[in-house]
């Protein structure tokens, strides 16, 4: 196991490019399942749940080419409907492939995810809607078995809430389903357009695309296709709140900034000094003011993005409030800010934040993935040492992390952990 050691406060200049987005990658790799022609897909970022996903794939049949970031698959190979436990409870977004085997082989057996850090995350919304298109699910002994009478049919489908799971899922099954599907209340997330944009590719119909009413047009099959997908607006958040954390200038590339405009936009308003451009952002030293946020489906601000922003206002002066509404138990970052010093106080589903305290470099642990991004912005504003463990968590999410603030400056290493 591997950790990463800071030695703060540090100041961070340059530029740093985004890495294509792993929320974008991991459903449109499980839509590769709906293919039987070759898919490439560029620039690929090297992270743990995109290797998972590989590997699940590969368990399946399809034929997986890596060549550095270039990933060529041959779904025609596709000969087994089971997506076992051992791959599914290590990545809950297992579970995009069971539209996507269900619809091309009519059955499916794939692993119930569990919980995970952040919360018990239940798929009934992905469940009830398959249903909805004709097959029959049961749950047994673990797994979900699903299974038609030929192709699932077309049906007009009213999501309970925009779930970004449900959403995909539903939109790759209805890809190949008899007939025209429609999605209401569909989850607006920008990963949604990139999954739609990658079907529409490779021959697929949906329309109403960055609408909450999916409209899909099942089609017989797909084509050859080649595919990149959209950077990062998470990594790229993470950047942005770390340059302002430290007080840094820094131009965060790659990526187009109008999936972070509440995020930009909110921080503006707390006197943020960020220069935005077609598809990179400059953020400046600057001063900023308390914050008031609350997490919200797209386009509201990222449950993704709450821990790191509660790290930034832990240099804020003021109280800052943080409310989470998306995930029951994703505050897990808290005990260990408070560890570095931080003055956090929780009610709830909210947050309060005492900012503007020095904080002292210690030893803390990751407990999930945007939790340990929180603890190096942290990590970076601390006085002293800080050791960061179990970084195999931001392994999963963030492509070579330590190397891209190294680049901008910071006093950071990884060290391999005895275990
Ligand atoms: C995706 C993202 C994750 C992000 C989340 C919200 C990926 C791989 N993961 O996760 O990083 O934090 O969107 O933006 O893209 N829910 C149900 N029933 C369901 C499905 C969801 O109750 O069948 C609930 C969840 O428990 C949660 C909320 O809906 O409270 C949002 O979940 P969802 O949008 O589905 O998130 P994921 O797709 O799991």
């Known amino acids: 196991m591997d950790k990463i050691i800071i ?22 790799l499980a839509g590769v399942l709906l293919s039987n022609k070759k898919i490439t897909l560029n620039e690929v970022p090297n992270l743990r749940d995109i290797n998972t996903m590989l590997k699940l794939l590969g368990n399946l049949g399809v034929g997986v080419k890596r060549d550095g970031k270039t990933i060529e698959l041959e779904p025609a190979l596709l000969n087994s409907h089971e997506a076992t436990y051992d791959l599914v409870k290590t990545m809950r977004a297992s ?51 699903a299974e038609t009478d030929g192709p699932l049919q077309g049906a007009h489908l009213v999501l309970a809430f925009p779930s970004v799971g449900a959403t ?5 099954a209805a890809s190949l389903a008899e007939g025209q599907t429609v999605i209401e209340n569909a989850a607006l997330e920008p990963e949604i357009d990139d999954l739609a944009n990658f079907l529409n590719a490779m021959g697929g119909k949906v329309s109403g695309i960055g609408t909450n009413r999916l409209v899909i047009d ?51 308003n ?53 409310t989470e509404h998306i995930f029951e138990n994703r505050f897990m970052h808290v005990p260990e800010l408070i560890r570095l010093g931080a003055k956090i106080e929780l009610k709830g589903n909210t947050a309060v934040i005492e900012g503007g305290l020095k904080l002292i470099g210690a030893p803390v642990m990751c407990t999930d993935l945007r939790a340990s991004a929180a603890l190096i912005i942290a990590a970076l504003t601390s006085h002293g040492e800080t050791e960061i463990s179990r970084v195999y968590h931001l392994d999963r999410g963030y492509e070579n992390l330590d190397q891209k603030f190294k680049k901008l400056g910071a006093n950071i290493q990884r060290v391999s952990e005895e275990s």
């Open 7 to 28: 030695n703060g406060p540090c100041k961070l200049s340059g530029s740093v490019t985004i890495s294509k987005a792993k929320n974008a990658y991991l459903p449109i």
């Open 95 to 145: 579970i995009f492939t069971l539209g996507p085997i269900l619809t091309r082989l009519h059955k499916a057996k794939v692993s119930l995810p569990g919980g995970c850090a952040i919360g018990t995350r239940p798929i009934d919304l992905h469940l009830s809607n398959l249903e909805k298109m004709g097959a029959k699910i049961t749950l047994e002994g673990g797994y979900v078995y």
């Open 168 to 172: 995909e899922n539903l939109m790759m």
């Open 218 to 268: 099942g089609v017989k099959e797909f084509k050859e296709v080649e595919y990149t997908a959209i950077g990062d607006r998470i990594e790229a958040a993470t950047y942005i709140m770390a340059a302002l954390a430290t007080k840094s200038s820094v131009r965060v590339d790659g990526f187009n900034p109008k999936h972070l405009d509440f995020v930009i936009n909110l921080l503006k």
């Open 270 to 322: 707390m006197g943020a000094n960020i220069e935005v451009g077609a598809d990179f952002v400059q953020v400046e030293p600057s001063t900023l003011s308390l914050a008031k946020v609350d997490t919200a489906p797209f386009p509201g601000f990222p449950t993704d993005v709450q821990a790191q922003m509660m790290a930034l206002v832990t240099q804020v002066e003021g109280s800052s409030i943080i």
